[in-house]
């Protein structure tokens, strides 16, 4: 975490941007989608600077450093657990493994949510995909 803190102005701007879940004087929470669509675009080799001020992210406020070490724990995230590695767990997740078993309704809603979250992902790609095709059409 970084030791610089954010003053109530930077606190304000930064809470506007539709990426950010949260804000405080310590840290930033960003949202999920923000991280996927991270991942899908340092992938393609953009640099996580230019991800950033690309999605309305004042660099000078959130700092190279904050930058750095986000994306650096968001590809860790991705490469050892896949995109699911990339959702904020805090609110539901004390940290403890669950000790008991699943039932076949819990086992089903878990797959159905883990369905539903790789749909999204799919479509994200699809509208990243397109919107580069309809930029390359424009360049010719």
Known sequence: MSKRLFTEKEIRILSKNLYVK????????????????FITENEKGKFPRQIFEDHGFDIDIIGKERIKSSGNRWRAAYHKYGIGGLQDTRKGNSGRPSEKELSIEEKYKRLEAQNNLLKAEIELLKKIDMAERRLKKKQK
């Open 22 to 37: 949260s804000v405080s004087e310590k840290g930033i929470t960003y949202t999920d989608e923000f991280k996927r669509i």
